[in-house]
């Protein structure tokens, strides 16, 4: 065999190995858009609860699809229709079903711009991060269905990891502007020391250290012109 050749055999084998990891590393569209329509019309979870689970996911699912490439103006249209469709389900204007039917949608619509971009699923790092656990994540992947009671719970966890994380504030851990220091931290002007300790004029000496003619001795010292003799 040929150098050429084992290396070719080589990065096919390689490119073997790493194929699997990188499917098993994303989960496909459809089935995010089937949990977020089962987490909108979740009947035994609270209205407050499905509100920001759902708001949570979305946020970290557009924010990622920005992230690879698609067009915020496009995006942002999704929110909005999904802010406005939100607000219709808290004040009890839409039936769970038509809300469902509308978040899953979005969630479509979502899909042809991430198609459009060339992406086909969502990383399961995305998921963890929005929170659904490794089980859900696992039935999601296999196209396993997730009982009522564990779309409940499932939406609970994700809705307390979003609240969490809003209390949690990201300007903590951005430090500025406090942790910044300046101008407290870059010493004022009474710290640095000028005016007052580089000493004013008096302390400079002149004029009166200088000596003043009065401490020369002439006139008076050097004697008058009567003290030479008169004619």
Known sequence: ?????????????????????????????????????????????????????????????VRFLETQGVPSEASERVVEEFERALEEFLADRTTADDFGQEIAALARGLQELAGERGIRGLPVEILQRIGVDTEAIEALREGKELSPEE???????IAERVIAEKEAG???EAGP???????????????????????????????????????????????????????
Do not use: H, W, Y
């Open 1 to 61: 065999m040929s150098p050429l050749v084992r290396k070719a055999v080589l990065l096919l084998v390689l490119l073997c190995a790493i194929a699997p990891v990188v499917v098993a590393g994303t989960v496909g569209f459809e089935p995010v858009t089937k949990l977020l329509r089962l987490i909108a019309t979740a009947e035994n979870a609270d209205k407050e609860t499905v509100a920001t689970a759902l708001a949570g996911f979305m946020e970290q699912l």
């Open 177 to 231: 502007p406090e942790d910044a220091g300046p101008p407290e931290k870059a010493a004022p002007p009474e710290e640095a020391g000028p005016p007052e300790d580089a000493g004013p004029p008096e302390e400079a000496g002149p004029p009166e250290k200088a000596g003043p003619p009065e401490d020369a001795g002439p006139p008076e010292e050097a004697g008058p012109p009567g003290d030479k003799g008169k004619p």
């Open 170 to 172: 990201p300007s903590e």
């Open 151 to 157: 779309i409940v719970e499932l939406a609970r966890k």
